[in-house]
């Protein structure tokens, strides 16, 4: 199967959680709150393809399939979207348009405050996610910006921790997930700052 056959049915797949919440609306099946439940379902999603797009690097690493890497920027994208979803419900079906009661929420209440900075930091991954602005940018100076998912990320999970009261399970698995993701990261990071010690001090003492 192609790269590009694999996108199509990788693009479906991600719409399916959209799918299926539309059709839990027409149907009768959200919560009783049914404005809380889309939140809290888009959340989950933006959560979920975030971890999963941080997830492809170590996996292509470890299991040696470069061709993941073709496949990280539509799921980053995607977690981009359910957010977007996600802040829209609040804007839309929980504020109506209420900037004032919004800013006064965004300040006074942490745990939007969290959620509102992982967005914001979102913004720019997904405007930057072009090949045309990898161009533009640089390489070196792209990367950089896009450590901003990180960050993202941490923001992403201390609002979930922030906003549940009693079932504080769910987010914890998150934190979990996205520790190892950390961990992973940096192990890469000192075991190739590792391997080019012995060959950058070798250069330093060839003669010159």
């Known amino acids: 199967m192609t790269v590009r056959r694999i996108k199509l049915w990788m693009f479906a797949a991600c ?11 027409v149907t009768g099946g959200l919560t009783a709150n049914p404005i809380e439940d889309i939140t809290h379902r888009t959340g989950d999603w933006t959560l979920r393809f975030l971890l999963a797009a941080l997830a492809v690097t170590p996996l292509r ?10 496949y990280r920027r539509m799921v980053g994208l995607f977690a981009f979207f359910y957010a977007v979803l996600h802040l829209s419900t609040y804007l839309v079906l929980d504020f109506f348009f209420a900037f004032d009661l919004i800013l ?4 006074e209440r942490r745990y ?10 979102l913004v720019p991954l997904a405007l930057t996610s072009t090949k045309g602005m990898i ?19 941490v923001a992403g999970v201390v609002h979930y921790l922030w906003l549940v009261k009693i079932d504080i399970g769910p987010p914890l698995v998150y934190a979990a997930v996205l520790a190892v993701l950390f961990g992973v990261r940096l192990w890469f990071f000192y075991t190739k700052s590792a391997a080019a010690a012995p060959v950058a001090a070798a250069s330093a003492s060839q003669p010159t």
């Open 15 to 25: 719409l399916i959680p959209l799918g299926l919440l539309v059709w839990r609306g």
């Open 61 to 70: 690493k470890l299991l040696g399939w470069s061709s993941l890497a073709s």
């Open 104 to 107: 006064d929420d965004i300040v």
């Open 112 to 121: 939007v405050t969290a959620g509102f900075t992982g967005f914001v930091l």
């Open 135 to 153: 161009r533009r940018l640089g390489g070196q100076r792209w990367r950089r910006l896009h450590r901003l998912v990180y960050l993202a990320a």
